[in-house]
């Protein structure tokens, strides 16, 4: 009579496909995940390799920081400029900056959707800007232009539709600010 029997794979490594080799699921996840380190470091070596320098490193702050956002007419350019100043980590005030950046709205308003009795439901508003960074001396150290474009319903209520209305065109103020960053921010790491 003897007492050997044989060993049978266990639930754990049948249900997930593994064959009984010796190696237990837990060492089989701690390879897969070892695994996944090496490709990470081999990743980042490669775009260390190439260049690769994310545009949202500290060394492009003092730079940013030194732009001063001139006012802009009109609720959109308040917004503008505030999310602007916060985006560059500015602090509004002209003093100390080295740059001044100058910006031009141009909003237009179209409705596109329309009922059978010719009633607009539905507006697109285009928000255009133009801007140019100066240096101190009133040299043009770069220009752009940015487009946003954002839309709102018309409620049954007038004040609904308004809260809308201004909703949308803080959005597209918002979206034209980080654009405008962006822009700056890949002005400076290219000047490097």
Known sequence: MSFFRPLRPSHATAASGLRA?????AGALRA???GKAVFGVVLCAMLAGCGFRPMYAPG???QLASIYVEPMPEREGYELRNTLIDLLGSNGVMAGKRYRLTIHLNQTSRGVAL???AAITRYNDTLDAEYTLTDLAGNTVTTGSQ???SAYNVADSPYATLTAQRDSARRAAMSIAERIRQDLAAFFRQRR
């Open 21 to 25: 080799t010796g190696t237990s699921p």
């Open 32 to 34: 897969r995940e070892g």
């Open 60 to 62: 492009l702050s003092p």
């Open 115 to 117: 009922q059978n009795d």
């Open 147 to 149: 487009t946003s474009l």
